[in-house]
């Protein structure tokens, strides 16, 4: 049988949907019990250093491979790396040395990063496989670009919110062993439906030369660096410090963290994947170009340093964090969801894999960085309230580079007329 590339879509769409909540759902599992183990935040923030780090080569080399033997092949191998992953933390045990404990744990999160960033550039990338690269009305193929691009990454990212609350409730009710291998069954059962896809689906015409790794676009390049800053703004707050002081300061349950962290995501993921329909509600009738990256970039960098004057004048911390937290995802979902257009509307069908791959190399180099001083700035505050100050200013700092680099910007040139070499 054989398969439009918009069914294929589908189904790459749908393995990315559940590789998505296993992912957020290993999150929490590992913030929430290694912290029940007694280890600082710099030591959890470690336990994450391969996962990041390992999703930089990964976005890197991984490109060049889709472009070079199809998406199918990258949609498969991180699948199945993920469900080892999973398999792999099974038998960790609280009677393990510490330094053994962290080292293994690391090497699980290497493969899930690995197998994360495969999964994801194959998804994203297998978008403009099914949008017309030389549509009539060219306004419109850019419009009907982003809305696919809204839908994709909205919900993914109210999935992975699902799946925050998922590892809160999984830990709860079965303890961390278990829950890894339930999701690793799970996941499993969601590989097989990518066994009917094509094997041409991502694939260039030619095979792209290994040096064709890095971008040769100057809106890819820029781009990427703007997205750099603006996930290690996310990720130095929210990824270790926000659990951890939700736990300690605030005395919040681990149920009541995951469900709270993962709400916020999958409210994230909806104003994500309603983008383009609230921009119509805001009298945006075209599809989005640099000014608008540089209007809600500007926005975003105030809300970081508003929470923590907010936290310095001892205002009611539940209601500070919560406000804060539910603004910042406002102002974040629509910046992120311009940027996942932006980078496609910047390159052409031949080359989206490597293009993407480069620009997610940046994102997973972000989130690597933002990880690290997640842990380590709020480690140094004297008291929880003082550490969770400083990684918000930090946040502040990181957006606003992310907003000048935006300044840099070149023009987005209609669908068909683009070119990864273009300046």
Request: glycine residues 10%.
């Amino acid at each position: 049988m054989k398969l439009s590339p918009l069914q294929q879509y589908g189904i790459v769409t749908a393995n990315y949907w559940a590789f998505t909540l296993t992912d957020g759902a290993l999150r929490m599992l590992v913030v929430f019990h290694f912290h029940q183990l007694g280890y600082s935040t710099l030591e959890i923030a470690f336990l994450f250093l391969f996962y990041e780090l390992f999703g930089v080569i990964t976005n890197l080399y991984g490109g060049w491979i889709g472009a070079r033997y199809g998406l199918r092949l990258t949609l498969w191998v991180g699948t199945l790396l993920q469900v080892l992953a999973l398999l792999m933390l099974i038998p960790v045990a609280a009677s393990w040395p510490k330094l053994i404990s962290v080292l293994y744990v690391m090497t699980a999160q290497a493969i899930s990063g690995i197998a994360k960033d495969l999964n994801k550039m194959s998804a994203k990338s297998a978008i403009k496989t099914v949008v017309p690269e030389t549509p009539d009305d060219q306004q419109q193929g850019q419009k009907q670009l982003f809305k696919w691009v809204a839908i994709l990454t909205g919900s993914k990212n109210a999935l992975k919110g699902v799946g925050f609350f998922l590892g809160g409730v999984l830990l709860t009710a079965f303890g961390f062993n278990a829950a890894v291998g339930w999701m690793a069954a799970g996941l499993a059962l969601a590989f097989l439906l990518t066994l009917v896809l094509t094997g041409e689906i991502g694939k260039m015409k030619s095979k792209p030369a290994f040096s064709s790794l890095f971008s040769k676009s100057r809106g890819i390049n820029v781009l990427s660096l703007a997205r750099f800053f603006l996930f290690g703004a996310r990720d130095v707050w929210f990824v270790v410090a926000l659990p951890v002081f939700l736990e300690a300061s605030l005395g919040w349950s681990f149920g009541e963290i995951g469900g709270f962290l993962g709400l916020w995501v999958i409210g994230y993921g909806i104003v994500q994947g309603s983008a383009p329909g609230l921009r119509r509600l805001w009298g945006q009738t075209t599809s989005p170009g640099v000014s608008a990256l540089q209007f809600w970039s500007v926005l975003l960098t105030a809300i970081p340093a508003l929470i923590a004057v907010a936290l310095w004048r001892q205002v009611d911390v539940s209601l500070a964090i919560t406000a804060g937290l539910a603004a910042f995802g406002v102002v974040f979902a629509m910046n992120s969801s311009i940027h996942s257009y932006m980078v496609l509307a910047y390159t052409d069908t031949e080359n989206v894999s490597l293009n993407v791959g480069f620009y997610y190399m940046a994102n997973a180099a972000g989130r690597l960085a933002g990880t690290l001083l997640s842990g380590a700035v709020f480690m140094l505050g004297r008291t929880e309230v003082v550490g969770m100050q400083a990684c918000l200013w930090a946040s502040s700092l990181l957006l606003l580079l992310s907003a000048l680099t935006c300044r840099e910007l070149p023009r987005i040139h209609p669908i068909g007329l683009n070119s990864a070499s273009a300046t």
